[in-house]
């Protein structure tokens, strides 16, 4: 099974601020990485696939890079809504597997 | 608009069964393949199973082989999940979850990348004595 390691595990950022986060694969994966954001007691939400790609509708102070084993989401300037937990997802090969996740705080 | 709407979850003991349905509307529901994904409670998220489009390809995670079975029925629009000889450990929210169709711009085609797109509300199962 490929297993997915996010860090860090949590953040505490300011309105306004440059956040970025890390998954990183245990074997290569391409390009088949997605991002998710969820907010307490409600259902995930995709913001990015295939590595870059955003989602319909997801800001675009959010971004994606990396390629193989390492990847990175990007939130260019934090807002208010942004706090949440976000998930990395590898599609590359069954089990498909998630990240530990990263919860984002209000410092 | 996408919905998927999951029910069928409930307090069940240790060795019961339980079968989840998940409705969808909104969109050709044959044209994508489903999943089920879990999250049990305070914890991050876990696959469970997938089904193609057709129903003819099913994949499940090690922790339910053998004891879980997803199925589709495309003439009600709606995805199943039975779920045999539970276990405490299954205690979960149960979200199922619409596989992801991309325009791919070289070739013309729609094509998946395993991202999910459409997630339902979830629904509770909670496995105790």
């Known amino acids: 099974d490929i297993q997915m390691t996010q860090s860090p595990s949590s953040l505490s950022a300011s309105v306004g601020d440059r956040v970025s986060i890390t998954c990183r694969a245990s074997?290569?994966?391409?390009?088949?990485l997605s991002w998710y954001q969820q907010k307490p007691g409600k259902a995930p939400k995709l913001l990015i696939y295939k590595t870059s790609s955003l989602h319909s509708g997801v800001p675009s102070r959010f971004s994606g890079s990396g390629s193989g084993t390492d990847f990175t989401l990007t939130i260019s300037s934090l807002q208010p809504v942004d706090f949440a937990t976000y998930y990395c997802?590898?599609?590359?090969?069954?089990?498909?597997?998630f990240g530990g996740g990263t919860k984002v705080e209000i410092k | 608009e996408v919905q998927l709407v999951e029910s069928g979850g409930g307090l069940v003991q240790p060795g019961g069964s339980l079968r989840l349905s998940c409705a969808a509307s909104?969109?050709?529901?044959?044209?994508?393949?489903m999943n089920w994904v879990r999250q049990a409670p305070g914890k991050g998220l876990e696959w469970v199973s997938y089904i193609s489009s057709s129903g003819a390809d099913t994949f499940s995670a090690d922790s339910v082989k053998g004891r879980f079975a997803i199925s589709r029925d495309n003439a009600k629009n709606s995805l199943y999940l039975q779920m045999n000889s539970l276990r405490v450990e299954d205690t979960a929210v149960y979200y199922c979850a619409r596989g992801a169709l991309f325009y791919d711009p070289s070739t013309g085609d729609l094509v998946t990348t395993g991202a999910f797109d459409s997630w339902g509300q979830g629904t509770l199962v909670t496995v105790s004595s």
């Open positions: 074997q290569s994966i391409g390009s088949y």
């Open positions: 909104g969109f050709t529901f044959t044209t994508y393949e």
């Open positions: 997802q590898q599609s590359y090969s069954t089990p498909l597997t």
